[in-house]
C-alpha cells in the first residue's frame, strides 16, 4: 500500500513536491511505518520504479508470431500497452532521471533489456535474414519510438501510424538481404 500510493502521488506532485507525512497519510499508516520498511525517500522512489515487469515478461505473448511482421506488430502492442498501463511509473522516471542518476541507471537497464529481448524475437521470426547488427538496430529503434511516442499524450492515432510504416519499413529491412551481404543461415 505505501508503495501504491508513493508511486501515484510522485506521478501527480513529483519527487519533491510529495513528503513521506503525506504518502503515510494517503496510505492511512504510521508516518514511521515508512521509515521502517524505507530507511530514506529515495529508497522508496527507487522502489516504485524497481517494480517493473520485466521486458521478457511483457513481450513473451510476441513469441508465437512466426514472421517479422506479426512479431512487429505484437511486440509494438506489447510495449505500448504495457506504457499505457505503467502511465504513473513512466512519468516518474520521465520526469526524475533527470537528475537523478539512481533512475537513469533504472531506465537505462529497463531500455537495454527490452531492446535485447526484441532484438532475440526478431532474430528468432522464420523469415528474417538481417545480419545481428541490422537486427540490433532495428530493435534499438522499436524500443525507442515506442517510448517516445507513449511520452507524447493524446498521440495515439499519429502514434499509430507512425507505428504501422514503422513496422513496415523494418519488416522489409530484415526480410530481404542487403546487396552483397550474405544473409545468416537458420537452422530449425
Known amino acids: ?15 519533491d513536491g510529495t513528503s513521506t ?20 525517500k529515495l529508497d522508496l522512489l527507487l522502489a516504485v520504479v524497481q517494480e517493473r515487469p520485466a521486458p521478457s515478461e511483457v513481450l513473451q505473448s510476441a513469441a508465437r508470431a512466426r514472421t517479422v511482421r506479426r512479431r512487429l ?8 500497452e504495457e506504457l499505457e498501463n505503467d502511465r504513473a511509473a513512466r512519468i516518474i522516471v520521465f520526469r526524475e532521471a533527470q537528475g537523478r542518476p539512481e533512475i537513469a541507471s533504472r531506465a537505462a537497464e529497463l531500455f537495454a533489456e527490452a531492446t535485447e529481448t526484441v532484438a532475440g524475437l526478431l532474430a528468432g521470426a ?6 545481428p547488427a541490422r537486427v540490433q538496430a ?20 499519429t502514434a499509430a501510424k507512425r507505428h504501422a510504416a514503422m513496422i513496415e519499413l523494418i519488416a522489409e529491412s ?6 552483397g ?3 545468416p543461415v537458420h537452422h530449425s
Open 21 to 40: 507525512a503525506r504518502i503515510a497519510a494517503e496510505a492511512g499508516v504510521p508516518s514511521g511505518l515508512v521509515f521502517y520498511h524505507f530507511a530514506t
Open 126 to 131: 522464420d523469415d528474417v535474414v538481417a545480419e
Open 138 to 157: 532495428a530493435a534499438e529503434l522499436v524500443v525507442s519510438r515506442v517510448f517516445l511516442d507513449t511520452v507524447q499524450l493524446g498521440q495515439v492515432e
Open 174 to 179: 530484415l526480410t530481404r538481404p542487403l546487396p
Open 1 to 15: 500500500m505505501i508503495v501504491e500510493t508513493a508511486e501515484r502521488l510522485f506521478a501527480e506532485h513529483g519527487y
Open 73 to 80: 506488430r505484437a511486440i509494438v502492442a506489447a510495449i505500448a
Open 181 to 183: 551481404v550474405r544473409a
